[in-house]
């Protein structure tokens, strides 16, 4: 877990020399980021303790949200600098629109939820502002925003499929698949390189994008704390909770 930082990156490789850009994000991002990688209902996904309904609740959701990231790396993939990078991006896009898509559909099945439901869910207000968050900085900012929202949502979710993959699976096809998904080579080399870019573009930029940067980070690492308490409680925040505003 790092420990919390509000100073410049400048001022944190001082603290650690040779210290990487996107370890800089998340110890700017505490405590979001480490109560976002170890919240109760990541836990519960691998411990065989998830209860159904808000397992329902959470991938009604959660196909609302992937239905947004995949529109993100649309952006994402228009700004990328160049090929190699477009390449990484629209090969993620392109497993986030059928793999992926495929899982839903079949755990939608296996938990009774409708096709009806699933295609028409209104979003919450957490998922609401998360999409906002997402579109806003990958379609309106700079390619280092979009990256960083990506960064955040990829790297929290490798954080605990890995943690959770050193337990015997749960029987649940729909929990066990979900872990194997984030803890696989393949989403790990991906995550690998995104920081890799992130610690390449981010060192590059001028000091208020840098602090962009980090905002954005710990904006989106609130709001992955604030969609797991609201699927794993079942209660719905309200505009004067702090975890929505931006
Ligand atoms: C709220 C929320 N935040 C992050 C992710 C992570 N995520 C989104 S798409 C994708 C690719 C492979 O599953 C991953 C890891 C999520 N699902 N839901």
């Known amino acids: ?134 579109l806003k900085s990958s379609g309106q900012g700079s390619y280092a925003e979009g990256l960083a929202c990506l960064l955040c949502a990829e790297w929290c979710y490798l954080t605990w499929g890995q943690r959770e993959a050193g337990k015997p699976r749960p029987d649940a096809f729909y929990l066990a698949e979900w872990i194997d998904l984030h803890a696989m080579p393949g989403f790990e080399a991906f995550v690998t390189w995104i920081r890799a870019e992130m610690d390449r573009i981010g060192p590059t930029l001028p000091e208020p994008e840098q602090a962009r940067v980090a905002g954005l980070f710990r904006q989106m690492s609130k709001l992955e704390v604030a969609f797991f308490e609201a699927t794993w409680t079942g209660k719905v925040p309200g505009p004067e909770d702090d975890l929505l505003r931006t």
């Not at 976002?36 to 990541?42: E, G, I, R």
């Not at 995949?70 to 993939?77: M, P, Q």
């Open 1 to 134: 877990m790092p420990s919390e930082f509000d100073g410049s990156f400048t001022d944190f490789l001082e603290s650690a020399p040779g210290g990487r850009f996107t370890d800089w994000l998340a110890a700017c991002a505490e405590p979001y980021w480490s109560d976002a990688c170890s919240h109760p209902f990541t836990v519960a996904i691998g411990d065989g303790t998830m209860p159904e309904e808000a397992y329902a609740r959470y991938l009604i959701e959660d196909y609302t949200f992937v239905t947004d990231l995949a529109s993100t790396l649309g952006y994402l993939v228009a700004k990328a600098p160049g090929m190699p990078a477009k390449s990484r991006l629209s090969g993620f896009l392109a497993l986030l629109t059928s793999e992926e898509n495929d899982y839903f559909l079949r755990s939608f099945e296996a938990l009774g939820v409708e096709p009806q439901v699933y295609e028409t869910a209104a979003q919450g207000p957490v998922t609401r502002a998360f999409s906002q968050l997402l």
